[in-house]
């Protein structure tokens, strides 16, 4: 793989300052899953201006599966366009799925009529990225964070003034201030508002779309540690999006990476960030600045990824990542890779996987989808029909040192 010295900006992605008192969330291997997500799609029909035809579609979405841990935080990674949003957004049900379930508490959200999910809004809640958009000018900070205690009438209405002021005090702010307006306050204090009005209703799981993103870097640690500790106080679980594996590092014990509209590698903290077999993964990682390189003065090598995103109307044969990918063979165009589970809590989508600089030249799925080493059909081979991309994690795998089946 080709590696330069840092120097493009498209990856570049500000390091957050280390998070101060405050231990990395821990995995919750053995809770049960709040959500499981499996092979949810999303297209965006295209129409034509003056007959409304449709003439293709928008694949914002096509075949995410994973599972959020109850009071766990997963999070969904990627660049500008992925699907993260989407995703987050089919989740809390503002757009319906093209396909594929959403399983929260035994119901699928994505099937469900819009009556029969009003009970579960409340269940389910966003965070948004932008503190300045998403809250209205004109209203007040008790209106805002009152409004969906008013709607979902769930406190007597001579009981919501105090409500939210509990609330505003959950979240780090003076509750005296609930009579003024969004723009009395900064960007940080504006986002604690967004948060106290999404924990307003004590939802389960929380889709928080990037929210620091907008934020001063010395801001999004303290809405980070703020966000750690509600969900340690209401044991609420996250689907936490963001577009670079920094900001998820301290507060995800799992990251999923996307790559236009799939996911490409999805693990636990120590697969993803000390052991990552995907390419498009260590490009990523590759761009986060390191805090001890940082005090060091040292130069880390930087994966220099050519060429644009494709485009999701049309997106490339086999393995969607091959444009772009620095060590594509013939055998990516033809077949997509499958999202082959290679660890304990370690899943990979490539033909090639392997750390940096060890890829195999042999593709390790060719016997797996019984072909050759070119991707044409191979006689001899039995090819594994069952490989369905499950969400979770099953307890045998494909152990890549070995060539053999590990078992957990
Ligand atoms: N309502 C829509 N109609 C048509 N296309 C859409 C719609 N919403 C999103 N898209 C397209 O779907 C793709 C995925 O968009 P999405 O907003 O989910 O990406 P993202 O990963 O959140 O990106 P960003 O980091 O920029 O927020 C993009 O190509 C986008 O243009
Ligand atoms: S399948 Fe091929 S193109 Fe896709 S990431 Fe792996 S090596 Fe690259
Ligand atoms: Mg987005």
């Not at 999303?42 to 579609?57: A, C, E, N, Q, S």
């Not at 965070?127 to 008013?150: A, E, K, W």
């Not at 899943?347 to 797996?368: D, I, M, N, Q, S």
């Amino acid at each position: 793989m080709t590696t330069e010295p840092v120097s493009d900006t498209t990856l570049d992605a500000p390091a957050i300052p280390e998070v101060v008192g405050h231990a990395a969330s821990e995995l919750k291997a053995d809770a049960p899953p709040i959500l499981t997500v499996e092979n949810l799609r999303m297209y965006f029909p295209i129409k034509t201006p003056l007959m409304r035809r449709t003439v293709g579609h928008v694949q914002a979405v096509d075949g995410v599966s994973f599972v959020v841990p109850k009071g766990g935080s997963l999070g969904l990674v990627g660049e500008s366009g992925c699907g993260k949003s989407t995703t987050g957004q089919l989740i809390t049900r503002l757009y319906k799925p093209t396909g594929g379930t959403m399983m929260f508490e035994g119901q699928d959200l994505g099937s469900m009529s819009n009556k029969a999910m009003k009970p579960l809004r409340r269940e389910v809640q966003m965070i948004f990225q932008d503190p300045y958009s998403s809250l209205n000018p004109r209203h007040t900070v008790g209106s805002i964070v009152g409004s969906p205690l008013r709607v979902h009438n769930v406190v007597p209405k001579n009981k919501v003034l105090s409500r939210v002021q509990e609330l505003l005090e959950v979240v780090g702010l003076n509750p005296e201030h609930y009579n003024r307006y969004p723009n009395e306050f900064s960007g940080g204090q504006r986002q604690r508002i967004g948060i106290a009005r999404a924990l307003a209703l004590q939802p389960k799981l929380m889709v928080a779309d990037e929210p620091v993103s907008a934020l001063d870097v010395s801001i999004q640690a303290q809405v980070i540690n703020l966000l750690q500790d509600i969900q340690n106080e209401f044991d609420v679980a996250f689907l936490f999006i963001a577009h670079d594996l920094a900001v998820v590092r301290h507060f995800c014990p799992e990251i999923a990476v996307m790559y236009l509209g799939k996911i490409v590698e999805v693990g636990d903290r120590e697969s993803i960030y000390g052991n990552a077999h995907h390419p498009y993964t260590q490009a990523l990682l590759s761009a986060v600045p390191d805090v001890k390189q940082a005090v060091t003065g040292e130069r880390r090598d930087r994966i220099r990824l050519t060429g644009e995103v494709p485009s999701p109307i049309d997106p490339p044969s086999g393995c969607r990542f091959r444009t772009r990918c620095p060590i594509a063979q013939e055998i990516c165009a033809k077949h997509e890779p499958p999202l082959l589970q290679i660890g304990k809590r370690h899943k990979v989508a490539c033909h090639f996987p392997g750390r940096l600089g060890e890829h195999p030249r042999e593709p390790l799925t060719a016997r797996l989808l019984g072909v050759d080493s070119v991707g044409q059909p191979d006689p001899g081979a039995s090819p594994v029909t069952d490989l369905v991309e499950h969400p979770g994690y099953s307890d045998t795998w494909f152990d890549l040192d070995g060539k053999t089946i590990g078992r957990a």
